[in-house]
DNA sequence: AATTGCTACAACCGCTGTGTT
DNA sequence: TAACACAGCGGTTGTAGCAAT
């Protein structure tokens, strides 16, 4: 069996789209649906590969994508699902009803990043840093206290809006530097190399790290509870994208039953 | 009015993950 | 189990439109 190439160079057309093959692919769908992305310029007679009619649909043609100007609620949702997720822009649209994931890209970059550098110009350079450290210090108290999820900031506007409280990092006349390791490398616990490929080789090979005890260490220990972020940056050091590990990393110390999950935002 | 530079956004490219044979 | 097809993702690019000069 040979793979086909992605796309036919030969005769499928490139470039913007005209309201014809719009309405043609918008006909189609409408019509027959999308289950074979590749087999529909085809079957619709569209001079397109699989993968730009799929683009155009789920970017421009859904019924459901909301257009116009993101408000500044969104915005701020962006900015903090970002700061906890990185760019993982089909993870963040996911909790942005109507927006996609190319939108929400393109906003980062032509507005959100500009918006974030000036106000961390403005705030200090720990301002983001702050504030998930603040955000993961909210979980751990609400465990402590309740076990439930029910104080955790959820909306943005929550743990964004009194940005100008959060604590400082070694600022020891701070009564609310509850969460000053987490932000210090220099006081985050030392961890072996061992440890994380243990870690690593364990979680790759299908198993759950449950026993700690046995890759090196208490998750207690690692303040896990207090920085699951702070947590997988070691795993850069392994040639792991710290981003892509996220969810890695949260199925481990869930599993491990050491964090909540992350809410729904 | 013409030119240049910048911004915003649509679209493409290459890679990865997953399901199927 | 390997090879493949396909969908989906994120990075990058191309270009239209606008503002400044």
Known sequence: MVRAPCCEKMGLKKGPWTSEEDQILINYIQQYGHGNWRA??????????????????????RPDIKRGNFS?????????????????????????????DN????????HLKKRLKHHEEATGPAAATKRRS?????????????????????????????????????????????????ESPGNFPEVDEDFWSEVLSTESS???????????????????????LMAMEPVNGYGSNMHDSM???????????EIPELPDF
Not at 212 to 224: C, I, K, R, T
Not at 247 to 257: L, Q, S
């Open 40 to 61: 529909l310029p085809k079957q619709a007679g569209l001079l397109r590969c699989g993968k730009s009619c799929r683009l155009r649909w789920i970017n421009y043609l």
């Open 72 to 100: 500044r609620e969104e915005e701020d949702t962006i900015i903090n699902l970002h700061e906890m997720l990185g760019n993982r822009w089909s993870a963040i649209a996911a909790k942005l009803p109507g927006r996609t």
């Open 103 to 110: 939108e929400i890209k393109n906003v980062w970059h032509t």
């Open 134 to 182: 603040k955000y993961y210090d909210q979980v751990a108290k609400s465990q402590a206290n309740s076990d439930s999820l029910e104080h955790i900031p959820v909306s943005p506007q929550e743990y964004s809006s009194d940005m100008s409280s959060t604590v400082t990092i070694g600022d020891d006349n701070n009564d609310n530097d509850t969460c000053p390791k987490a």
């Open 206 to 228: 299908g198993g759950v790290v449950s026993d700690f005890s046995a890759v090196g260490g208490d998750p207690h220990e690692l303040q896990v509870p207090f920085s699951p």
């Open 247 to 257: 969810d890695f990393w949260f199925n481990v110390f869930t599993r491990a039953g």
